[in-house]
């Protein structure tokens, strides 16, 4: 059973929008955080977003703060990615991904967190 079912993604212009959803298949507990990392070729994976039922908080990526808001669905385990303001930089493959009780630091590395989605690509290109 995939732990992690991913949807969304696409094809948007420079300065278009997509959104993103991850909803968890799997039985999960009150503290999980849910979040999105990319992964550029020839880059590392990087932290785009993740939110935390444990600190009832989001989390932002440097890279797009301002641009990005992630949200949770109510009741089962569900996040949403609304991405706007698409720069070609943001072309890469986009990993849902799950941990449990997380710390603050720790919701930035993807090493903490213990399933991951297949992926799903975005790109941005006129």
């Known amino acids: 059973q995939v732990p992690l079912i991913e949807s969304g993604g696409g094809l948007a212009q420079p300065g278009g929008s997509l959104n993103l959803s991850c909803a968890a298949s799997v039985r999960t507990s009150p503290s999980l955080t849910m979040g999105w990392f990319r992964q550029a070729p020839g880059k590392e994976r990087e932290f785009v977003a993740a939110?935390?039922?444990?600190?009832?908080?989001?989390y932002y990526g440097d890279s797009v703060k301002g641009r990005f808001t992630i949200s949770r669905g109510d009741g089962k385990k569900t996040v949403y990615l609304q991405m706007i303001s698409l720069k070609p930089e943001d072309t890469a493959i986009y990993f849902c991904a799950s941990g449990d009780t997380l710390t603050t630091s720790a919701i930035l590395l993807p090493r903490q967190y213990e399933h991951w989605g297949q992926g799903t690509q975005v790109t941005v290109s006129s």
């Open positions: 939110w935390s039922w444990n600190t009832n908080s989001a």
